[in-house]
């Protein structure tokens, strides 16, 4: 059983920062993507970020230059460090966790995090 805890968010005025954390617990394989998805009020869940096992990142166009995915893997934490933040950045954050085991993928989510950013 692998779960999701996330931390960190809320509430901050444009140009401000926050940091995101995503903690996995249970049976992770060293084979696995961690990454970060926002969903805002009528819109589709998006990818914001994402690294890989050995550390390679893709982030979406919008964010890229203001947000800073990373990870820990002896604390199978990931991190969203966000900067610059706009008011369209505005919308739940996910943390999603994929682990390719022998023979299967898996997919899991965090609860989501409300981030909020006022002009």
């Known amino acids: 059983q692998v779960q999701l805890v996330q931390s960190g968010g809320g509430l901050v005025q444009a140009g401000g920062s926050l940091r995101l954390s995503c903690t996995a617990s249970?049976?992770?394989?060293?084979?696995?993507?961690r990454g970060w998805y926002r969903q805002a009020p009528g819109k589709q869940r998006e990818l914001v970020a994402a690294i890989t096992s050995i550390g390679t990142t893709n982030y979406a166009d919008s964010v890229k230059g203001r947000f800073t995915i990373s990870r820990d893997n002896a604390k199978n934490t990931v991190y969203l460090q966000m900067n610059s933040l706009k008011p369209e950045d505005t919308a739940v954050y996910y943390c999603n966790l994929v682990i390719y085991a022998p023979g299967e993928t898996n997919d899991y989510w965090g609860q989501g995090t409300q981030v909020t950013v006022s002009s």
């Open positions: 249970g049976s992770i394989f060293i084979a696995n993507t």
